[in-house]
């Protein structure tokens, strides 16, 4: 080849490299994070806090992007690749995630959505699209829709629920944990362990009488829907509210109190501190309630639906951290009775049966247990100051750690009671069985070692 001819050849390379160098960008590299279009490679870059509110990101690389606190409301993201981005925080209400690739993301929490359109190709790990919103742990579904939205098995761990309507939702196998209920509650501390079914808007008030902390007179309440309702420190004392749907809401220290409360239904809510003296509770249904010292006494009805470990003795509604203080259930039947953390203060249980009962933690103080059978019961840490056991069988009990100070045990059997640690001070020790089964009289009036 002549010089004539090498010297064309690199006339007409040059001519080529310096055209390539020209030519206009369908895609942009990954180095111009202000690029937007179809294709973009934004892969790595910086986005906190940014709003790319609108934008169409079509089969964008976003890959180990950081899009905490970034704003891609509305944001077309399809087929977009999101792989090893972090979204704390971040906004895709309304997005399009269809065919998009969300797998692998990082710091996945508090992210908000609602309305998302398309089915994504790959979601971050424990996340699931329901109705249009993200769900999964640490996610904002604040105000989110739920309303007859099947939730089965949805994780809402340290997820923040505040306003969700829930109303209807099939919540089977839903995994409740730090959870903030729609009405501000938490799920750990509400007495439900869970957010069940609470609405976002309580349901009207018939005759909009003014319940909260007021008596409820005038108002006309029978078969009243009162569903979802905060009805705390409300007072219904002698109000006919039978039929009425009580379920699913918050009633701590309201007053029911010789209310007709047949067939009212009272599932699901959380009624701590609510007192039923003298209630009809015929056909009520108190199924999965949370009863934290509730009072009573005088309680009429038949077929009562009560959660696990309540019974009605006497008209009394018994069960666990129940507040019995000066009740009258001389000769009752409380035969394994789940009494843990009852209030029980100065009452008359004399000749009852509470043989292979659950009273440990409970306040028995000042209580009359004469004559009762208290055979195989658990007292441990409860608190049996000055309460009369004279003549009482504790035989087998457990009484270790009991707070026992000027008890009387005249007559009492108390073979094979434990009563490690318990404090003995100024117990009365006369003709009782002592735990090994000699006679206190035998060893100077006490079973003390």
């Given at each position: 080849?002549?010089?004539?001819?090498?010297?064309?050849?690199?006339?007409?390379?040059?001519?080529?490299?310096?055209?390539?160098?020209?030519?206009?960008?369908?895609?942009?590299?990954?180095?111009?994070?202000?690029?937007?279009?179809i294709g973009?490679?934004?892969?790595?870059?910086d986005?906190?806090?940014?709003?790319?509110?609108?934008?169409?990101?079509?089969?964008?690389?976003?890959?180990?992007?950081?899009?905490?606190?970034?704003?891609?409301?509305?944001?077309?993201?399809?087929?977009?690749?999101l792989?090893?981005?972090?979204?704390?925080?971040?906004n895709?209400?309304?997005?399009?995630?269809?065919?998009?690739?969300?797998?692998?993301t990082?710091?996945?929490g508090?992210?908000?959505?609602?309305?998302?359109?398309?089915?994504?190709?790959?979601?971050?790990?424990?996340?699931?699209?329901?109705?249009?919103?993200?769900?999964?742990?640490?996610?904002?579904?604040?105000?989110?829709?739920?309303k007859?939205?099947?939730?089965?098995?949805?994780?809402?761990?340290?997820?923040?629920?505040?306003?969700?309507?829930?109303?209807?939702?099939?919540?089977?196998?839903?995994?409740?944990?730090?959870?903030?209920?729609?009405?501000?509650?938490?799920?750990?501390?509400?007495?439900?362990?869970?957010?069940?079914?609470?609405?976002?808007?309580?349901?009207?008030?018939?005759?909009?009488?003014?319940?909260?902390?007021?008596?409820?007179?005038?108002?006309?309440?029978?078969?009243?829907?009162?569903?979802?309702?905060?009805?705390?420190?409300?007072?219904f004392?002698g109000i006919?509210?039978?039929d009425?749907?009580?379920?699913?809401?918050?009633?701590?220290?309201?007053?029911l109190?010789?209310?007709?409360?047949?067939?009212?239904?009272?599932?699901?809510?959380v009624?701590?501190?609510?007192?039923?003296?003298?209630?009809?509770?015929?056909?009520?249904?108190?199924?999965?309630?949370?009863?934290?010292?509730?009072?009573?006494?005088g309680?009429?009805?038949?077929?009562?639906?009560?959660p696990?470990?309540?019974?009605?003795?006497?008209?009394?509604?018994?069960?666990?951290?129940?507040?019995?203080?000066?009740?009258?259930?001389a000769?009752?039947?409380?035969?394994?009775?789940?009494?843990?953390?009852?209030?029980?203060?100065?009452?008359?249980?004399?000749?009852?049966?509470?043989?292979?009962?659950?009273?440990?933690?409970?306040?028995?103080?000042?209580?009359?247990?004469?004559?009762?059978?208290?055979?195989?019961?658990?007292?441990?840490?409860?608190?049996?100051?000055?309460?009369?056991?004279?003549?009482?069988?504790?035989?087998?009990?457990?009484?270790?750690?009991?707070?026992?100070?000027?008890?009387?045990?005249?007559?009492?059997?108390?073979?094979?009671?434990?009563?490690?640690?318990?404090?003995?001070?100024?117990?009365?020790?006369?003709?009782?069985?002592?735990?090994?089964?000699?006679?206190?009289?035998?060893?100077?009036?006490?079973?003390v070692?």
């Amino acid at each position: 080849m002549n010089r004539v001819n090498l010297l064309g050849l690199v006339m007409i390379l040059v001519g080529m490299l310096s055209l390539s160098f020209n030519l206009p960008k369908a895609y942009a590299d990954s180095s111009d994070c202000t690029a937007r279009g179809i294709g973009v490679d934004l892969s790595a870059c910086d986005f906190t806090g940014t709003s790319l509110s609108g934008a169409t990101l079509t089969n964008a690389i976003l890959t180990s992007a950081i899009l905490n606190d970034a704003n891609f409301e509305n944001v077309n993201l399809t087929g977009a690749t999101l792989e090893g981005s972090s979204l704390y925080k971040t906004n895709f209400t309304g997005a399009n995630l269809e065919g998009a690739n969300l797998y692998g993301t990082i710091h996945v929490g508090g992210v908000t959505s609602g309305g998302i359109l398309g089915v994504p190709r790959a979601l971050p790990n424990g996340y699931r699209l329901i109705n249009g919103y993200l769900v999964g742990s640490y996610a904002n579904l604040r105000h989110a829709d739920f309303k007859n939205v099947n939730l089965t098995g949805a994780e809402f761990t340290v997820v923040d629920l505040t306003g969700a309507n829930l109303t209807g939702a099939n919540l089977t196998g839903v995994i409740w944990n730090n959870t903030t209920c729609p009405d501000g509650s938490n799920s750990d501390t509400n007495g439900l362990h869970a957010c069940i079914a609470l609405p976002a808007v309580a349901a009207s008030t018939p005759n909009q009488c003014n319940l909260s902390g007021s008596h409820a007179s005038g108002c006309t309440l029978i078969g009243a829907d009162l569903t979802g309702k905060d009805l705390n420190d409300a007072d219904f004392t002698g109000i006919d509210l039978h039929d009425a749907d009580l379920s699913l809401g918050s009633h701590r220290n309201t007053n029911l109190s010789n209310t007709n409360l047949s067939h009212a239904n009272f599932a699901y809510s959380v009624l701590d501190g609510t007192r039923f003296t003298g209630a009809n509770l015929d056909g009520a249904n108190l199924q999965n309630t949370s009863l934290i010292g509730i009072s009573s006494g005088g309680i009429t009805g038949t077929n009562i639906l009560l959660p696990l470990a309540w019974q009605l003795t006497g008209g009394y509604l018994v069960g666990p951290s129940a507040n019995l203080s000066n009740t009258q259930l001389a000769n009752a039947d409380l035969n394994h009775a789940q009494l843990m953390y009852a209030q029980l203060t100065n009452g008359n249980l004399a000749g009852s049966n509470l043989a292979g009962s659950d009273l440990r933690g409970a306040d028995v103080r000042g209580t009359d247990l004469d004559g009762s059978n208290l055979t195989g019961a658990t007292l441990m840490w409860s608190n049996l100051s000055w309460s009369n056991l004279s003549n009482a069988n504790l035989t087998g009990a457990n009484l270790s750690g009991a707070t026992l100070a000027g008890a009387n045990f005249n007559g009492a059997n108390l073979t094979g009671v434990d009563l490690t640690d318990a404090d003995l001070t100024g117990v009365i020790w006369q003709n009782t069985i002592c735990p090994d089964g000699t006679n206190s009289d035998f060893h100077g009036q006490t079973c003390v070692n």
